[in-house]
Nanobody
């Protein structure tokens, strides 16, 4: 089992920055894929960014490419999402997810296949 705990959400003005953290515990050695998904009210869940933990290869959604950056601290079993140049459309609940499997070449579309999820952290961006 893997447990995920997110932190770092909050309210910012457009153009501001936030850094989300996802601390993993439990059988962290088994994690292969890890990432962030978000869901705004009335909208479908959207893949934001995913990393293959071992290789360090990253995938970003088109809407966040160039603004958001993933990083990981393997010693702390923590994944970070640095979010810069935030826009009101980034407002959503952000969820950390992890799985023991490789999610192929389009991991952002495989949200339903991730087994482990955190409780979410709210990000609100005002104009």
């Amino acid at each position: 089992q893997v447990q995920l705990v997110e932190s770092g959400g909050g309210s910012v003005q457009a153009g501001g920055s936030l850094r989300l953290s996802c601390a993993a515990s439990g059988s962290t050695y088994s994690i292969y894929s890890m990432g962030w998904f978000r869901q705004a009210p009335g909208k479908e869940r959207e893949g934001v960014a995913v990393i293959y933990v071992g290789a360090g290869s990253t995938y970003y959604g088109d809407s966040v490419q160039g603004r958001f950056t993933l990083s990981q601290d393997k010693a702390k079993n923590t994944l970070y999402l640095q979010m810069n140049s935030l826009k009101p459309e980034d407002t959503a609940m952000y969820y950390c997810a992890a799985d023991r499997s490789h999610m192929g070449w389009s991991p952002l579309e495989r949200g339903r296949d991730f087994k482990y999820w955190g409780q979410g952290t709210q990000v609100t961006v005002s104009s």
